[in-house]
């Protein structure tokens, strides 16, 4: 039997959460309000979430910034029925483009008609991606000149009590979420060394990182 491809697994995953995912994700996907208040794109500036999910975010982001572009990406199909529909519903289509991809191999010419991103944003996505890097190293690469680059994931839970942080990294593995230990060490040192300036806090007692990358 072959495997399943990245886009298939996400679609097992989501194919039934993305129902209730909205209603759920608000308790513990914390800080992506955050990182939508620190995108502030320049006028007529485009901006790309990579793992865009039902687009939740894209739709806070399009009211909060009425002269951006915005653009989501997902490998999910099933994800983006949702997000398709959310949008619609919320009468962005005309604001909101979204396409279907690999966040590691992506074509933004090809799927969205555009070199260059002023903003792009991965929220919550990259510890459900084995080769991650990669996907930073490919969102790095579409950053338009002054483009940043904003991360926000799940950090090391470092000051919770072992027991609860245990239970914490087991039930998020049910939904296939892997934390990615050293995160924050980790993209500094890709960011540094593809020329970009990187400033990093950790949240909610190491509860979620949110970085920025400036090219
Ligand atoms: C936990 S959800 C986060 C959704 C949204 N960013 C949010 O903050 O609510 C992770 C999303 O990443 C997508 N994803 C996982 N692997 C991906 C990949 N290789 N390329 C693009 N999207 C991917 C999943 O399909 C899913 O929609």
């Known amino acids: ?6 886009g298939e697994k996400m679609d097992a995953i989501y194919r039934r959460q993305r129902h209730i995912y909205d209603a759920t994700r608000r308790y513990y996907l914390l800080g992506r309000d955050r ?16 793992g865009c999910g039902t687009a939740r975010n894209l739709i806070q982001a399009a009211k909060r910034y009425p002269d951006a572009r915005f653009f989501g990406l997902d490998i999910s199909e099933a994800m983006l029925t949702s997000a398709r529909t959310a949008v ?21 010419a090809a799927l969205f008609g555009r070199d260059g991103f002023e903003r792009i944003y991965i929220s919550y996505s990259l ?7 990669d996907a930073v190293r490919h969102a790095m690469a579409q950053l338009a000149p ?9 950090g090391d839970f470092a000051r919770y009590p072992a027991l609860l942080r245990r239970a914490q990294l087991a039930w ?3 939904f ?26 950790s ?13």
């Open 127 to 133: 510890s459900m991606i084995p080769v991650w890097e």
């Open 203 to 215: 949240l909610y007692g190491g509860y979620s990182i949110q970085m920025c990358l400036r090219r």
């Open 35 to 50: 990182l939508i208040a620190s995108l502030k794109p320049p006028a007529g500036g485009a901006v790309l979430e990579i």
């Open 1 to 6: 039997m072959q495997a399943a491809t990245a």
């Open 176 to 201: 296939s979420v892997v934390p990615i230990p050293g995160m924050q060490e980790k993209i500094a040192a890709l960011a540094e060394k593809a020329g970009l300036s990187v400033a990093a806090e």
């Open 172 to 174: 998020l593995r049910r």
């Open 146 to 154: 002054g483009g940043e680059l904003h991360i926000v994931d799940f």
């Open 88 to 108: 619609s519903r919320h009468g962005l289509r005309a604001r909101i483009v979204l396409g279907q991809g690999d966040a590691t191999a992506f074509q933004p």
